[in-house]
């Protein structure tokens, strides 16, 4: 692994480009999504100052007490919540991020919904769903994901830009990844944040459109990482 967090970082751009054009995609096509949670400053400056500016954070309170100063140096940063969203936090979410990966059911779409109004701002929202219908993991089921999307729509009033999966850790996630791509076109969606650092380049040749990578730029935590 590269010695620093730039160089992993480089690293990690590298391979997506190669992965984009043994795809037959298009430079640029698919975005790195920085995973930066449980990282402070001292960890995160780097990787701005190399010009990264799509970053997720899993919890809502750890990015509000980071974010605000680092986007006063950095305003065209661009925050993803790429972890579970409870209700209650719902505002401060809509605030804080641009994007919302993690819409899972009602409530959360009705809270969303209700705060996005409230505020008169709007995150982009993606669908989590649970392609490995694993019960111990959040997002709707693949059978329910057309109807939900729509449910989203109609209902709540909720432009849903795309799907969002974490395939179960002991399978191959080829298949997995297919699936969300199939049900994104099905949803008419054509938004799919799939991929992290173990398996970045399998979703590229599928057609992810952001991935979410930490532990190949920010180097091992104690906790699982994407």
């Not at 100063?69 to 305003?75: G, I, S, T, V, Y």
């Amino acid at each position: 692994m590269p010695d620093t967090v730039v160089d992993r970082l480089e690293a990690v751009r590298a391979a997506i480009v190669r992965a984009e054009a043994e795809a037959e995609r298009a430079a640029g096509s698919a975005a790195l999504v920085a995973v930066s949670k449980t990282y402070g400053e001292e960890a995160i400056l780097p990787v701005l100052e190399a010009g990264q500016r799509i970053f997720g954070e899993n919890k809502v309170q750890e990015a509000k007490a980071k974010w605000p100063a680092l986007r006063e140096r950095f305003p065209d940063i661009e925050l993803h919540l790429i972890g579970p969203l409870q209700s209650n936090k719902a505002g401060e979410a809509v605030a804080l991020f641009d994007v919302i990966e993690t819409v899972d059911r009602e409530k959360i779409a009705a809270a969303l919904a209700k705060e996005m109004e409230k505020q008169n701002r709007r995150p982009r929202l993606f669908v989590q769903v649970n392609t490995g219908e694993e019960p111990q993991k959040a997002g709707i089921a693949p059978n329910e994901t057309i109807a939900f999307v729509a449910r989203c729509r109609d209902m709540h009033g909720l432009a849903i830009e795309g799907l969002m999966c974490i395939p179960p850790a002991d399978e191959n996630p080829g298949p997995h990844f297919a699936l969300l791509a199939r049900l994104a076109r099905e949803a008419g969606l054509s938004k799919l944040s799939m991929g992290m650092s173990g398996d970045y380049d399998i979703a590229v040749s599928l057609g992810a459109t952001s991935m979410r990578v930490g532990s190949a730029i920010f180097g091992a935590r104690a906790s699982s990482a994407p």
